[in-house]
T-cell receptor, first 112, second 114 residues
């Protein structure tokens, strides 16, 4: 079945560092790909999505590019802030448009 | 804007007990979901519902029942609570297939089994 792999369980950075969180997927066709962010005590929030090869999604300074060749959708940010500390989830949509399959999440901690 | 309200925020029960979580949304969304969140395992789909009175099983439906009697509400029942299923349960909704899987989540309900 469809699956999403996030290799980093935790990432620790200092403010203004460059962020990369890796996301690889396994699915047929061109599934929609998503990033969600979850702050402590809250539910996950939609960050952005992309649905075709080479499409870039972005929001709040974060971005990711859909790469069908490497089956990846890596999250990047040029300069992180302490307020970016949260758990980030990569997710994959099913072809019917109903279900999302989530990765295991990456906890980002940014020191001031 | 809208909101998803989950009750209770903390649900404490005994092993073997039947326990129910409730979710209300005022987005007027068609589809609603229940996900289970365990540390290190991400979010796993338990049940979803495309419309009122519809139920679809997710990957983790065993040991759970769900009910969608109104468009705005979706409840989840743990049929026999076990200590190894203490987790956070997240309710979500999405407008329809056209927007392609964008989900809006509640804040979660934590299940504690004693």
């Amino acid at each position: 079945g469809d699956s999403v792999t996030q290799t980093e369980g935790q990432v620790a950075l200092s403010e203004e560092d460059f962020l990369t969180i890796h996301c690889n997927y396994s699915a047929s066709g061109y599934p929609a790909l998503f990033w969600y962010v979850q702050y402590p005590g809250e539910g996950p929030q939609f960050l952005f999505r992309a649905s075709r090869d080479k499409e870039k999604g972005s929001s709040r300074g974060f971005e990711a590019t859909y790469d069908k060749g490497t089956t990846s959708f890596h999250l990047r940010k040029a300069s992180v802030q302490e307020s970016d500390s949260a758990v980030y989830y990569c997710a994959l949509g099913d072809g019917m448009g109903y279900k999302l399959t989530f990765g295991t999440g990456t906890s980002l901690l940014v020191d001031p | 804007g809208g909101i998803i309200t989950q009750t209770p925020k903390f649900l404490i029960g005994q092993e073997g007990q039947k326990l129910t979580l409730k979710c209300q949304q005022n987005f007027n969304h068609d589809t609603m979901y229940w996900y289970r969140q365990d540390s290190g395992k991400g979010l796993r789909l338990i049940y979803y519902s495309i419309t009122e009175n519809d139920l679809q099983k997710g990957d983790l439906s065993e040991g759970y029942d769900a009910s969608r009697e109104k468009k705005s509400s979706f409840s989840l029942t743990v049929t026999s609570a076990q200590k190894n299923e203490m987790a956070v349960f997240l309710c979500a909704s999405s407008i329809d297939r056209v927007t392609g899987n964008t989900l809006y989540f509640g804040e979660g309900s934590r299940l504690i089994v004693v």
